[in-house]
């Protein structure tokens, strides 16, 4: 009899483990748009050349991973650039991560262009970029 209630006794338990461990959300992973905090435009562009910038900036801890960049161009001088990282949720070394990366913004017309790194809160860092005929 004592065997038969300690036997049932685990089988309630094991049952509500299972139960509880299939209501862990799986850690995952989602994008967001992380703020750069300087960028190095080079010069000796024409309007056959692709335009790139060097952004750089820093990941608040090592869940932060480069993704991509987003560049779109609201104007014809105007050109919008967000750098979006995924981040991987769990446990995360809590360091500052610097990162630099290559956005190519395309081939643009002769003049003088604005590029903006736009961050995740609206604010955004502007460089002037001249492209030659």
Same mark, same amino acid.
Request: hydrophobic residues 50%; proline residues 2%; glycine residues 4%.
């Given at each position: 009899?004592?065997?038969?209630?300690?036997?049932? $006794?685990?089988a309630t338990f094991s049952f509500?483990? %299972?139960?509880?461990a299939e209501q862990v959300p799986v850690p995952t992973q989602k994008e967001v748009i992380v703020s750069v905090t300087d960028a190095y435009i080079p010069g000796g562009f024409? %309007? $056959?050349? &692709?335009? *790139? /910038? #060097?952004v750089n900036g820093i990941f608040p801890n090592g869940c932060y991973?480069? %993704?991509?960049?987003n /560049? $779109?161009?609201p104007g014809q001088f105007t050109h919008e650039v967000r750098s979006i990282a995924s981040v991987s949720q769990g446990m995360?070394?809590? #360091?500052? #991560?610097? *990162?630099?990366?290559e956005v190519h913004v395309g081939q643009i017309g002769a003049? &003088?262009?604005?590029?903006?790194? /736009?961050?995740?809160d609206g604010t955004y860092l502007e460089k002037d970029l001249k492209v030659e005929e």
């Open positions: 009899m004592k065997s038969l209630l300690m036997l049932a $006794t685990i509500a483990m %299972s139960a509880a024409d %309007s $056959t050349s &692709d335009v *790139f /910038v #060097v991973k480069w %993704s991509r960049s /560049v $779109t161009h995360c070394l809590m #360091v500052l #991560v610097p *990162f630099t990366k003049g &003088d262009h604005k590029i903006r790194m /736009v961050n995740g």
